[in-house]
T-cell receptor, first 115, second 109 residues
Framework: DAGVIQSPRHEVTEMGQEVTLRCKPISGHDYLFWYRQTMMRGLELLIYFNNNVPIDDSGMPEDRFSAKMPNASFSTLKIQPSEPRDSAVYFC?????????????FGPGTRLTVL | RKEVEQDPGPFNVPEGATVAFNCTYSNSASQSFFWYRQDCRKEPKLLMSVYSSGNEDGRFTAQLNRASQYISLLIRDSKLSDSATYLCVVNKGYNKLIFGAGTRLAVHP
């Protein structure tokens, strides 16, 4: 079975450029999460969706970040314009809802470097 | 104060040692608890859930103390392959997980 798929795996861009990260969740999962991981701040939840609807975007750093989920099998995280402090590993994860057991399955991540 | 706090380590232990990690959380309404493992430059993966009654999976034992808002992970007979970062995770509700910063473990021969 394919796990969570993310693309690209690595992205190097210059400050001011638009960056789009992509995610395909595991089929049948109704939750999708975007995280950012840095050495300084650890793993932070940016936004999550349930049935393609954004539920909580309180972790999105600022208006330069936006996320969409047009259908159950695809989501994007966009940064425009990008800044060097956005350099991090961005993970997408998916899960199905269970009241007590809700393992999140993570993709391999996109390593973003903004010069 | 962070919602989930862990000792960052690193813990450097020889093979065969027993090592314990601790974690505290601030939200008493938190619903469920987990330990995730993250290998270097890889994604986090679920290691085990944590129950009030305590639970064991082979060499790994997890404990939860709701009154003290404290979670622990014990690893017995450490293997080289246990070297990783261990993330304490709390479910705030509605599937929203909060991750601790992680405790790094290095097992040496």
């Amino acid at each position: 079975d394919a796990g969570v798929i993310q693309s690209p795996r690595h992205e190097v861009t210059e400050m001011g450029q638009e960056v789009t990260l992509r995610c395909k969740p595991i089929s049948g999962h109704d939750y999708l999460f975007w995280y950012r991981q840095t050495m300084m701040r650890g793993l932070e939840l940016l936004i999550y969706f349930n049935n393609n609807v954004p539920i909580d975007d309180s972790g999105m750093p600022e208006d330069r970040f936006s996320a969409k989920m047009p259908n159950a099998s695809f989501s994007t995280l966009k940064i425009q314009p990008s800044e060097p402090r956005d350099s991090a590993v961005y993970f997408c994860a998916s899960s199905f809802y269970d009241k007590t057991y809700n393992e999140q399955f993570f993709g391999p991540g996109t390593r973003l470097t903004v010069l | 104060r962070k919602e989930v706090e862990q000792d960052p380590g690193p813990f450097n232990v020889p093979e065969g040692a027993t090592v314990a990690f601790n974690c505290t959380y601030s939200n008493s309404a938190s619903q469920s608890f987990f330990w995730y493992r993250q290998d270097c430059r890889k994604e986090p993966k679920l290691l085990m859930s944590v129950y009030s009654s305590g639970n064991e999976d082979g060499r790994f034992t997890a404990q939860l103390n709701r009154a003290s808002q404290y979670i622990s992970l014990l690893i017995r007979d450490s293997k080289l392959s246990d070297s990783a970062t261990y993330l304490c995770v709390v479910n705030k509700g509605y599937n929203k997980l909060i991750f601790g910063a992680g405790t790094r473990l290095a097992v040496h021969p």
